[in-house]
């Protein structure tokens, strides 16, 4: 799957969500990461790092590997603070945009060292049944099937569902219109019903006892 | 409210379809039309929200570990490293500042004339009169 195209949404990006007073908020901490400002540097890892590591382990399905691109992400953040505009975006949409950038710049370098026969990419809505009986409990089968779905949709419900990103800022992120980010939604949340259908109600059963259990995931 | 409040199923169905079936987590300028539609077809809706919230608990599960803290810490280190570090261009700087500095030093040395010796032999014994000699005896 190629990178996202860039699709201008309406013609300049905004801020979208906050208000002024989050928008203060975001320019003040930016400044104080470009003064050097110890705290700053920390309130903005802790504010941040999260959703940078969430969507990184998710677009790439590798903990390691995730932690480096979350290194290199605010790298490129420390860089580039004094670049930031708080009327465009909030600060955690800026700094998630970076590591997503990141994150396929490492999948297009993989599929480029990749050898020829290696499989394409699974079509949309096409996880293979293997991935299915994979698993041997709830959470491995669900693993298996959310990492089996095509990159885009795994990042707008890694935004959406998992980080609680608003509708807006997730196609903000992820360059798209709305309306394509809802569209990625739907078929995401399809292909992982229609994968999983056989087995719902014994995954739900599974998913209780591993809540019920406090397991940690 | 009125009849054109209500969302039409088909959206409805869109919504849960895409957002799930929390409808506190759908965009926030469709919620209300959403509410107005539980309202006047709570079985419908309550059917469509089971559906997709069924799927919602499953996607919890694969909910992704928060970084560690050792992370935390490399990556706030990072920052304040770099915040303490001099400018990438200050070495560019002071690599030109050397090189000119050499330079100019070397230019200095090529253009400086070299001692006239017959001259400062000269200036050397300009103070001593035609009959006084170097040596005390005279010779």
């Known amino acids: ?217 | 409210m009125s009849e054109t409040d209500t969302m039409n199923p088909d959206r409805f169905a869109e919504l849960a379809d895409a957002y799930g079936g929390d409808v506190s987590r759908w965009p926030g300028d469709e919620q209300a039309r959403a509410r107005a539609f539980m309202t006047t077809d709570p079985d419908q809706a309550q059917a469509l929200l089971d559906e997709a919230a069924a799927l919602d608990a499953l996607l919890d599960l694969d909910e992704i570990a928060p970084p560690s803290p050792a992370l935390y810490e490399t990556v706030a280190a990072s920052g304040i490293r770099r915040a303490f570090a001099p400018p990438r261009w200050a070495g560019i700087a002071a690599a030109i500042a050397l090189m000119c500095g050499a330079g100019t030093g070397w230019l200095g040395a090529q253009m400086k004339t070299q001692p006239n010796h017959d001259a400062l032999y000269a200036n050397a014994f300009s103070v001593l009169s035609e009959t006084e000699t170097l040596f005390e005896d005279g010779s």
């Open chain 1, 1 to 217: 799957m190629s990178r996202p195209v860039l699709k201008v949404i309406d013609g300049s990006p905004r801020r979208t969500g906050g208000g002024e007073e989050a928008r203060a908020a975001d320019a003040r901490l930016a400044a104080g990461v470009a003064q050097g400002e110890a705290g700053a540097i920390r309130a903005l890892t802790q504010r941040c790092l999260p959703r940078v590591h969430g969507v990184a382990a998710r677009l790439l399905g590798d903990r390691e590997e995730a932690e480096d691109v979350a290194q290199e992400t605010f790298v490129k953040v420390w860089r580039k603070i004094a670049l930031y505009d708080p009327d465009k975006a909030r600060l955690e949409t800026w700094v998630t945009r970076i590591a997503m950038n990141a994150c396929y710049d490492r999948l297009r370098k993989k599929r480029e060292t990749q050898i020829s026969e290696d499989a394409p990419e699974r079509a949309d809505g096409a996880a293979s049944a293997e991935s299915r009986l994979t698993g041997e409990d709830a959470l491995s089968r669900v693993r298996a099937a959310v990492a089996a779905l095509p990159e885009r949709q795994k990042l707008a419900l890694q935004l959406c569902h998992f980080q609680d990103h608003t509708n807006i800022e997730a196609a903000q992120i992820m360059e798209v219109s709305v309306e394509a980010l809802e569209s990625l939604l739907a078929r995401a949340r399809r292909a992982l019903k229609a994968q999983l259908a056989a087995d719902r109600d014994e995954l739900i059963a599974d998913a209780a006892g591993l809540h019920g259990s406090g397991k940690e995931i």
